[in-house]
Nanobody, 125 residues
Framework: QVQLVESGGGSVQAGGSLRLSCVASGFTFGRNCMGWFRQAPGAEREGVAAICDYGSRLYYADSVKGRFTISQDYDKRTVYLQMISLKPEDTAMYYC??????????????????WGQGTQVTVSS
C-alpha cells in the first residue's frame, strides 16, 4: 500500500535552514504530483510546494518562493523540501502528500489522497 514517511523537522531560529524528506513506497514514483503542505494550529492546511510529472513542473506558494526548494531523488524514492531563511510564520506541521494524478490544482489538498504523518517545524524569533 502507499506509504509516505516524513522526517527532518525540528526547531530553528529565524534565518535558519531545514531539509524535510519524504520517503515514498507503494506507487509509481515521480509521475503523479507530490506536494508539501503545512498546517499551523487554528489555520487551514495550505500548499507549500509540489512537484509533478517527473519533475517537469514545480509549484510554490508565494510566501515561500525564493526560500524553499522542492526536489526528488528517484533512486531513493524521496521528495525533499529544502527550506532556508526560515521565518516564525513558517512554524507548522509539515505534511507530504501524493495524488493519483499529475494534473489538477497543485495546492488543493482535497485532491491529494495519500498523506504522511507529518513533521513539526518550529521557527523562533
Amino acid at each position: 500500500q502507499v506509504q509516505l514517511v516524513e522526517s527532518g523537522g525540528g526547531s530553528v531560529q529565524a534565518g535558519g535552514s531545514l531539509r524535510l524528506s519524504c520517503v515514498a513506497s507503494g506507487f509509481t514514483f515521480g509521475r503523479n504530483c507530490m506536494g508539501w503542505f503545512r498546517q499551523a494550529p487554528g489555520a487551514e492546511r495550505e500548499g507549500v510546494a509540489a512537484i509533478c510529472d517527473y519533475g517537469s513542473r514545480l509549484y510554490y506558494a508565494d510566501s515561500v518562493k525564493g526560500r524553499f526548494t522542492i526536489s526528488q531523488d528517484y533512486d531513493k524514492r524521496t521528495v525533499y523540501l529544502q527550506m532556508i531563511s526560515l521565518k516564525p510564520e513558517d512554524t507548522a506541521m509539515y505534511y507530504c502528500a501524493t495524488k493519483e494524478s499529475r494534473w489538477g490544482v497543485w495546492s488543493n489538498y482535497i485532491e491529494y489522497k495519500y498523506w504522511g504523518q507529518g513533521t513539526q517545524v518550529t521557527v523562533s524569533s
